[in-house]
Structures are given as structure tokens and as C-alpha cells.
């Protein structure tokens, strides 16, 4: 079993939707990191959360410590929004980064 | 400098070749990582630096892969005797923090062995 589990592995949404992808983890974190990434393009890191809930725009992160669970949110998908969404978690003693498999999303319009 | 910078961007080599792999950190990032990405697969990680200790090589497969972050600043990925099954993207990124803050990513090196 991964240290990183997200789910759902595809996603395919209409336009407007709201969109939910999943990270579990089964070790002690110091950070979770959402990171998005476009066919063919680079890394770009959406969010870094310990604790709590972060909001930009549309997006929305969230994690519960105790149940060792974060989600992403999506309100109002738009096509733009389609890539892969990856979790990666920050490991709490030694700062190992390990990568969820990633969540591919297209959004139709 | 402004982002990471990686280089070369592309490498094409002949099986059993030395590479070398550079990535450049933003100025004053304590963090760095390496991670690689097969076609269609997620991120694997190799191996990540606080400073100049290399405090974590658990990600990295056999021991033709080393890396070395000598100044604390720019790092060296070096895989010996390239092998067809070592071709994939080689990425890297920085934090400013150790072990956490947001993670800024190079745009890679694509390593090809025929």
C-alpha cells in the first residue's frame, strides 16, 4: 500500500461542476501539497497545508489531521481546470516528499 | 535566479553513458529535491537536500544514482551507465523552508537512452 492514495484516479466532468479529489495518507506529515500539472507542462504548487483549509479562487484545500485526509476542491470546472491534480506529502521525520499516483481531470464544456 | 532552472532540458545518450543533470534552486531555498516522472506516471521522489546534507536517498534506485548539493545551492544528479529503463523526466524543486513551504518546480531535464 502507498504512503500517498488519492482517488479518483480519472475524473471527467461538465463545465460548472463542483469536483472533489481525494488524498489519504498513512504516515505522520509535517505539510500536504496539491500540485497541478498540464499536458506536457511543468509543476505548479496550489496549496501547502498543515491544518485547516486554504481558499484561492476557485480552489479550495482541505485536511483533517486526525483522520490523516485532504481534499481538493474545484467549484465552477471550467476546461481550463483540466490536468492532473497530485498530492504530495511532506513526511514528518526526514521531509522525504512522496507523490500520490494523481488525479487526471478533464472538464467538458 | 527568478524560478528553478534545470538543465540540460533534453539529454539523448547511448546506453552504458555517464549523465550529468543540473538543477539551479532559487537563491536562498534550503530545500531541493529530485523526483523523476515516467510517461503517464506520477512523480517518483530520489532524494532531497537540506542545505548541502543529502538527508534523504531513499528514492533513488540502485547505486549508479547519486546526487551532491556541494555549496548548498546548486545540486548534481549523476547516473552512471545509463540504462534504457533510466529514461524518463528528472525534475527538481526548492522550498524555502526545511521540509516545508510551498515547492517551486524546474521544468525538467528529459533523459532518453537508446
Known amino acids: 500500500k502507498n504512503e500517498v492514495e488519492q482517488s479518483p484516479q480519472n475524473l471527467t466532468a461538465q463545465e460548472g461542476e463542483f469536483i472533489t479529489i481525494n488524498c489519504s495518507y498513512s504516515v505522520g506529515i509535517s505539510a500536504l501539497h496539491w500540485l497541478q500539472q498540464h499536458p506536457g507542462g511543468g509543476i505548479v504548487s496550489l496549496f501547502m497545508l498543515s491544518s485547516g483549509k486554504k481558499k484561492h479562487g476557485r480552489l479550495i484545500a482541505t485536511i483533517n489531521i486526525q483522520e490523516k485526509h485532504s481534499s481538493l476542491h474545484i467549484t465552477a470546472s471550467h476546461p481550463r481546470d483540466s490536468a492532473v491534480y497530485i498530492c504530495?506529502?511532506?513526511?514528518?521525520?526526514?521531509?522525504?516528499?512522496?507523490f500520490g499516483a494523481g488525479t487526471i481531470l478533464r472538464v467538458k464544456s | 535566479g527568478a524560478g528553478v532552472s534545470q538543465s540540460p532540458r533534453y539529454k539523448v545518450t547511448k546506453r552504458g553513458q555517464d549523465v550529468a543533470l543540473r538543477c539551479d534552486p532559487i537563491s536562498g531555498h534550503v530545500s531541493l529535491y529530485w523526483y523523476r516522472q515516467a510517461l503517464g506516471q506520477g512523480p517518483e521522489f530520489l532524494t532531497y537536500?537540506?542545505?548541502?546534507?543529502?538527508q534523504d536517498k531513499s528514492g533513488l534506485p540502485n547505486d549508479r544514482f547519486s546526487a551532491e548539493r556541494p555549496e548548498g545551492s546548486i545540486s548534481t544528479l549523476t547516473i552512471q551507465r545509463t540504462e534504457q529503463r533510466d529514461s524518463a523526466m528528472y525534475r527538481c524543486?526548492?522550498?524555502w523552508g526545511q521540509g516545508f513551504g510551498e515547492l517551486f518546480f524546474g521544468e525538467g531535464s528529459r533523459l532518453t537512452v537508446l
Open positions: 504530495a506529502a511532506s513526511m514528518e521525520y526526514g521531509n522525504k516528499l512522496v
Open positions: 524543486a526548492s522550498s
Open positions: 537536500f537540506n542545505y548541502e546534507a543529502q
